[in-house]
């Protein structure tokens, strides 16, 4: 089970340097509508949600002493219903500025490779070491990969959403 969560979740992060690499650079900070982030927005989240993932799933915890995915499906409920609008937590929210579409993918290319390396070398069955009011504490390492893999689908979708409007 875990293998295949991961494996879903290599997939999603490789779409997103596709989707990425498909988007000019004239195009990539453009924003399809006031109040929407642009492409390279999107991505600087993506960064920000998985740069520094590494030391949690490094980090020995406790075991969740219940089934390690009890979450997952909700999870997945809730970040592939893509008509639902989210807001991201104020520490995960892109600055509003240009990006560098090459410093932006090989940032991301980085911080996906050595997260994922920790996620195959984690104890998923672990509590992930999430500070309290954080919205994922509570989770296992396994739930949160099952959220990273959603949450990197649905902004995969969203870029796919966004390149439809700018680019024509």
Known sequence: MAQ????????????????????????INKKPADGSWSVAQVA?????????????FAAPTPEAGR??????ENYREILM????????????????????KDR???????????????????????????PEGHPLAGSTKLEIVHFFTYHTLRHNNQIEKIKAIVVN
């Open 4 to 27: 295949q969560i991961i494996a879903q979740l290599e997939n999603a992060l490789n779409e997103t340097l596709y989707l990425l690499k498909g988007v000019d650079d004239a195009n």
């Open 104 to 130: 932006l993918i090989e940032s991301l290319t980085e911080a996906n490779k050595i997260a994922v390396a920790a996620i195959k070398e984690s104890n998923l069955a672990q509590l992930a070491p999430l």
């Open 44 to 56: 600087r989240h993506l960064y920000k949600a998985t740069a520094g993932s590494d030391e949690m």
């Open 67 to 72: 089934a390690v995915d009890e979450r997952a």
């Open 81 to 100: 219903n893509f008509e639902s609008k989210m807001n991201a937590p104020e520490f995960l929210v892109p600055e509003d500025k240009l990006f560098d």
